[in-house]
């Protein structure tokens, strides 16, 4: 069931109060995903080069993994690197993977003591040299955390994902591993990049944009997604705590009803799916 949270009342608390009252709930997501949206446009606002957007967003990086990890949330997965990102200019491309670098190795000790553990998901390959190899170490260095799992997708896309757990099952049926009349859907999400880790409960969008821009498509089926205007930048500890909040106010049903409705009642249930009664009643010509 939904959680009855008044807005007007949650406005008024501070941030404290907020982390009590939202791990009082005991439902707080699993697995949050965030599209990190806004960074160029923040930079814009204040005349500043591209980049200066990206250095900006570090701080909400922070912010993010502190609160999620002391609302005892399992994984945040931020969506740091796409396929599509690869298309932007050279020079910013190369800019973004040494911010990688940077950021990974003066981030790795403050992760440590947060008891963080690092994943990453996506192409891994196509990363470049340097990056790649400070990821491994930090993923490595992190290994022996215990507490939230910080998942980056870097060279990520969901369509390339897809069919790569497609071919990935092609060939375990072609190999005979898999029979095709027994084959689940828990099967092609084996072939998926992290297969481990449980889709997400929440997706938060930030600066407004309403798309999900080839991010975690298999996964966010049945996710609750929330489009926040705030741009990634701006994103505050705050505004992590309230979209939390308003996912506890909705009512995940997954395509089911959460009460009996006429239909399972055995007195009359019947009609209700009687096609003829229903173009009667609704005044379909034939």
């Keep these: 069931m939904a959680v009855e949270l008044d807005p007007e009342k949650l406005a008024t608390l501070s941030d404290g109060q907020l982390y009590a009252l939202l791990k009082e709930q005991d439902k707080v997501p699993r697995h949050i995903a965030i599209i990190m949206d806004g960074n160029g446009r923040w930079a814009k606002r204040r005349f500043l080069p591209r980049l200066a957007g990206h250095r900006a967003g570090r701080h909400a990086v922070r912010r993010c993994v502190r609160a999620c990890g002391k609302l005892g949330v399992k994984v945040l997965t931020l969506y740091t690197f796409s396929q599509e990102n690869f298309n932007r200019p050279e020079a910013e491309v190369k800019a973004l993977w040494h911010f990688l670098h940077e950021t990974l190795s003066s981030e790795r000790e403050d992760l440590n003591r947060q008891n963080v553990i690092l994943r990453a998901s996506g192409a891994l390959d ?137 239909i399972s009642q055995k007195s009359g249930g019947e009609g209700l799916l009687d096609p003829e009664r229903w173009k009667r009643l609704l005044k379909v010509r034939p």
């Design 126 to 262: 196509q990363l470049p040299l340097k990056a790649r190899e400070t990821l491994n170490q930090s993923i490595e260095n992190l290994s022996g955390n215990t507490g939230l799992i910080l998942n980056l997708a870097l060279a990520y896309g969901g369509r390339q994902e897809i069919l790569n757990a497609a071919l990935n099952l092609a060939e375990r049926l072609s190999s005979g591993e898999l029979n095709q009349d027994q084959v689940t859907e828990d099967d092609f999400a084996r072939g998926l990049y992290s297969p481990e880790l449980p889709d997400p409960d929440l997706m938060i969008r930030t600066s407004g944009e309403g798309r999900l821009s080839n991010f975690l498509l298999w996964q966010l089926a049945y996710s609750e997604i929330l489009i926040t205007p705030v741009l990634w930048p701006d994103f505050s500890e705050r505004d992590l705590l309230l979209s939390v909040a308003d996912y506890l106010t909705r009512e995940r049903r997954f395509g089911k009803l959460t009460e009996p409705g006429p």
